[in-house]
């Protein structure tokens, strides 16, 4: 895979290894940074597979970290890197003993037992509280809950850290402890006005304040390589980790290939993270009404912003068919979702039934019929009921966040996976009646390389990163068109007006 204008990475500038984990695939990209160049080439890409024990759904964490280091052992077959950085999603974290070992399987966050621990930490620090202190949209997995859930475990009896997933991978390559503000903002622990940890929230729900490492920023030194790290990937031991905007969601906005104000964005993959990059939070009472979120980006931009169920409802309906013995492309469903009759059926894409692993298309077929619609009657046009549901849902979050925090929009972003979706971006376009650029599908691996590449004095500050992403990788624009009342009409039936 190339990710750029080039076919091959280029022999001049520098190289920056990212290791980029998502929920079901994690891939070790080679990007190398010169005067007006950026190319980007995929190293190793290994799968994501939780696996499901007795006691609940987990990360298969040491696969993870194993196929981590075979990415850096191809890095360094393939020239080498003058640094290393790590992202992934959020919210999950791992717990460390008093002698740094990893107390058991960090849990999946569409584990359900979080659910529980949502009302003990709301009768301690009641919500409209806490989303004033940690400008937060509330999900049921959020770390402050699953700290929650684990009350009274032996396992967190014996903890002395809690590392989030690329603080913990960063901490078995260099042996250093520490908390990317990014990923540490989405825990409910993080003062989103002060921009660190909240010491009165720790205080009142009982978490340990050592439990939780010291902060670092994109751009900081993290260590360099292990000796065994460096003996097994062939990488020298001066290879410097540096810190990374650690979210995955986080690195994807830093590469937005915005030259100007005015812009919308929509990182797109297993979710749909839609919003605006401010410079304060927005910790309103209609903001936590709505359920935006306040987290922090490169250089303490605020990320405000609303998940929303993505394409993890296409992928796992792909799943669920294919296990049923009916495998079907991705290119085949969305030439058939494309000739579906429009605005047949219609979801909210995160109504709480679409959350866990299991039949997709069961459970959509069954909305339906709680809300009085027919059924989608084949899969393309369950496909056309998924994406046009999706553009609604991104529809609604991009104005309402224009509208809370007093922002006029001319032009939305969507990067990531989702942008290599032309039926959805097209549908994008059409219900937010703005223009939609998409690209660069990579976003992710690109704003990680890009702090890397800053961190060694390559680029100068976040608006040089996205002006080289912009002049260097493929977009592509699609302006609105279709009926504004049809949309307005589907709008309202599903309740996304």
């Known amino acids: 895979m190339t990710s750029s204008a080039r076919s091959s990475v280029s022999p001049a500038g520098s190289a920056f290894a990212a290791a980029d984990l998502g929920a079901t695939s994690g891939r070790v990209v080679l990007g190398r940074v010169g005067a007006g160049t950026l190319d980007l080439v995929e190293a190793h890409r290994f799968a994501n597979t939780p696996v499901r024990l007795p006691g609940g759904l987990h990360w298969d964490i040491l696969a993870l970290h194993q196929g981590v280091l075979d990415g850096l052992r191809e890095v360094a077959r393939l020239g080498g890197a003058d640094s290393v950085g790590i992202d992934s999603w959020a919210v999950d974290h791992g717990l460390l003993d008093a002698d740094g070992e990893l107390l058991g399987n960090p849990r999946h966050y569409r584990d359900q037992r979080f659910e529980g621990a949502v009302g003990a930490v709301l009768d301690v620090v009641p919500a409209a509280e806490l989303y004033r202190v940690t400008g937060l949209q509330h999900l049921p997995f959020n770390t402050v809950f699953q700290l929650a859930a684990a009350r009274g475990t032996a396992q967190l009896a014996a903890a002395r850290r ?19 503000a990014t990923n ?10 002060a921009g660190t940890w909240s010491g009165e929230l720790l205080e009142r729900l009982g978490v340990a304040r050592d439990l939780l490492p010291p902060l670092r920023f994109p751009g900081d030194p993290a260590g360099t390589l292990l000796p065994d790290v460096a003996a097994y990937t062939g990488l020298p031991p001066a290879t410097p980790v540096v810190t990374v905007a650690s979210h995955d969601t986080a690195s994807a906005v830093a590469a937005v290939p915005a030259t100007g104000p005015g812009f919308g964005y929509i990182s797109c993959g297993t979710w749909s993270l839609a919003g605006l990059e401010l410079d304060a939070p927005v910790l309103t009472e209609q903001s936590r009404a709505a359920n935006f979120t306040n987290e922090r980006g490169v250089d303490g931009t605020i990320r405000y912003l609303r998940n929303t169920m993505g394409l993890w409802l296409l992928s796992e309906s792909q799943r669920t068919w294919a296990a049923a013995g009916r495998p079907v492309e991705l290119g085949t469903l969305l030439r058939e979702a494309a000739a579906a009759r429009p605005f047949a059926a219609l979801i909210d894409p995160d109504a709480p039934e679409f959350l866990p692993p299991g039949d997709i298309p069961a459970r959509i077929a069954d909305f339906c019929v709680r809300t009085g619609q027919r059924p989608p009657a084949d899969r393309g046009a369950l496909v056309r009921c998924v994406l046009e549901s999706l553009a609604l849902a991104h529809r609604a979050t991009l104005r309402r966040a224009a509208e809370l925090a007093g922002r006029d929009l001319d032009r939305v972003h969507l990067v990531g996976g989702g942008s290599r979706n032309e039926l959805l971006c097209r549908l994008t376009a059409d219900a937010t009646g703005l223009p939609v650029i998409a690209g660069p599908t990579e976003a992710t691996a690109l704003g990680n390389i890009l702090v890397q590449a800053r961190a060694h004095g390559l680029v100068r500050d976040l608006p040089a990163m996205r002006s080289l992403v912009a002049a260097t990788q493929p977009l592509r624009r699609y302006e609105p068109g279709g009926d504004r009342s049809a949309w307005r009409s589907a709008a309202a039936r599903v309740g996304l007006a």
């Open 162 to 180: 809690m590392l989030l997933i690329p603080d913990l991978l960063v901490h078995w390559l260099t042996g250093s402890v520490g908390a990317e």
């Open 184 to 193: 540490a903002s989405t825990t409910g622990l993080f003062d989103a006005a």
